[in-house]
């Protein structure tokens, strides 16, 4: 049974879904399910199509940004900046465990929250993302260098 950690109002993380996690987020509330784990990574036990196939089936919207490593590029930050903008909540993202989308969900926070609140949220949902700092202050750095 799946146990969606919240890191804001708006999304929680967890691990990997089966068919029968759909159900019950939608029962919960859930409106929109990110996933973060790539189709051929090992152990995947549902592909993003079936999931998002059995979400449809749920009226639950689906999107699909995949995330090899805890190292995501600029790209996989915007996708996910803009599903967290547009995608209605509660949103539930996952990936192996829910580390990599925590991980983008910091990332897509920056302009928002300091880092050590970022780091600190993602702590209290059992991640640790304390080697992202430098990360995140880059992407600060970036952001306020492009406005």
């Known amino acids: 049974m799946v146990l ?3 890191l804001d109002d708006k999304l929680f993380v967890g691990p990997s879904l089966t068919a029968e ?3 019950t987020l939608a029962a919960q509330g859930f409106k929109s399910i990110i996933c973060n784990r790539p189709d051929g990574e090992a152990g995947v036990v549902a592909t993003s199509e079936q ?3 059995l979400a449809a089936a749920e009226n639950i919207e689906f999107a699909y940004v995949p995330l090899a490593d805890l190292n995501p590029q600029e790209s ?9 903008e547009s995608l209605p909540g509660p949103i539930y993202a996952y990936c192996k465990t ?3 989308a925590a991980a983008l969900w910091a990332l897509a926070n920056v302009a928002n929250l300091a880092s050590d ?3 600190s949220r993602c702590a209290t949902a059992g991640y640790d993302l304390s080697g992202l700092r430098a990360k995140l202050e880059a992407r600060r750095t970036f952001l306020e ?3």
């Open 4 to 6: 969606p950690k919240p």
């Open 21 to 23: 996690d759909v159900a």
């Open 51 to 53: 999931i998002g196939t």
């Open 76 to 84: 996989h930050v915007r996708a996910t900046s803009k599903f967290l």
């Open 98 to 100: 829910g580390g990599r």
């Open 117 to 119: 609140e970022l780091i």
């Open 145 to 147: 260098d492009d406005d």
